[in-house]
């Protein structure tokens, strides 16, 4: 199986996380990337760095405003008297605020602080000098990891940091800058007329769902954390089912705090029968780690022996699979149930 990833990933090195009132240390770092590239590694894939395949497939998913922006606001934030060592909002549009201004569906603004408080949605995005660059081969990795299944390849893993799931089409949420899963399964449409992207990372893929909301061709199927009190708090909830031609084709199951293996375990295999029952011919794995008991912002009992079983359940549903990096913050477990998972989803893939 090939493995992409870029050292170009490593650049974005947030040094700011604003969580529970107060500025800490950001849990997303390149440590991260390091760690699962060893660990990976170790299993014997074939690892490469992805070829630079353009804006193209990433504009097929984000609007062109919103990619300038990220291309261009480290240069505009250092016009600002006194910038700051990071770009962060300190302002954000309001729905209810009735006017134009917010009901557009791109902002007028053309200074630093109103473009990032239109394009960024939360303090957990502090972008730095490398964050573009960062983020695009992240993107990246992931179309070189779809046009490897689009050439025939039965899997590969796309090693994706930052990650994507949050990201919209025209805003940065929760660590991530552009929504590597969505980019490529948007890159398998060109060969597979039905496409589902499975994400059983912690947090609910609120990106990537909206992003496919109203599509009947790409399923978006996700287990996570009840968002009632979790992140991403406003999307997640079982009765989102997609819209108009996307209606029924948007599975959300939410899992109590305290979830164990089990519970876990169901709610993947719930994923995997709708995804078999949506007839999807090829598959999206946006994999996060982050549902470990030992992750820093888990609040699930999930233990170690549940990735590899996840693992084989998602080979089994004999799909060709592109494997993206989500979430997992604990550097301790993600060393762990990224190679488990990987060594039980080749067992069982065919
Ligand atoms: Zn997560």
């Known amino acids: 199986m090939k493995l992409f990833f870029s050292p170009d990933q490593l650049r974005h090195r947030p040094q700011q996380y604003f969580r529970f009132g107060k500025v800490g240390v950001p849990v997303e770092n390149p440590e991260r990337m390091e760690t699962l590239a060893e660990a990976l590694g170790a299993l014997g894939l074939d690892r490469r760095p992805p070829e630079d395949h353009g804006l193209d497939p990433i504009l097929a998913v984000h609007d062109a405003d919103y990619v300038r922006f990220l291309e261009t606001i480290w240069g505009l934030w250092q016009t600002l008297p006194d910038a700051g060592p990071e770009i962060l909002p300190n302002i954000h549009p309001y729905r209810g605020a009735g006017h134009d201004l917010i009901r557009r569906d791109r902002p007028r603004n053309t200074g630093p602080i109103g473009l990032t408080g239109y394009h960024v949605g939360d303090m957990s995005c502090a972008m730095g000098e490398g964050t573009w660059a960062a983020a695009y081969a992240s993107a990246q990795s992931a179309i070189s990891g779809a046009r490897a299944i689009l050439a025939g390849e039965?899997?590969?893993f796309a090693l994706c940091r930052p990650p994507g799931h949050h990201c919209y089409r025209d805003r940065a949420n929760g660590f991530c800058f552009l929504n590597n899963a969505a980019i490529a399964a948007e890159l398998l449409r060109t060969r597979f007329d039905r496409v589902a992207i499975l994400d059983f990372d912690t947090h609910h893929g609120d990106g990537t769902q909206a992003i496919f909301y109203a599509r009947g061709d790409v399923m978006v199927a996700s287990?996570?954390?009840?968002?009632?009190?979790?992140?991403?708090?406003?999307?997640?909830?079982?009765?989102?089912r997609g819209a108009g031609e996307g209606e029924g084709a948007n599975l959300n199951l939410p899992l109590a705090q305290g979830a164990d293996d089990s519970a876990y375990l169901d709610a993947v295999k719930g994923l995997t029968r709708a995804v078999s029952d949506f007839g999807a011919e090829a598959l999206v794995i946006s994999a996060g780690w982050d549902a470990h008991r030992s992750d820093p912002l888990s609040r699930l009992a999930v233990s170690s022996d549940a990735f590899p079983r996840?693992?084989?359940?998602?080979?089994?549903?004999?799909?060709?699979?592109?494997?993206?990096?989500?979430?997992?913050?604990s550097l301790?477990?993600?060393?762990?149930a990224a190679p488990s998972f990987t060594t039980a989803f080749l067992g069982a893939h065919r």
């Open 154 to 156: 039965r899997n590969a």
């Open 223 to 240: 287990c996570h954390t009840d968002p009632t009190d979790y992140y991403p708090f406003f999307a997640g909830f079982a009765d989102e």
């Open 332 to 336: 301790a477990a993600i060393a762990e």
């Open 310 to 329: 996840i693992g084989e359940l998602l080979a089994r549903l004999g799909l060709p699979s592109l494997i993206v990096q989500e979430g997992g913050y």
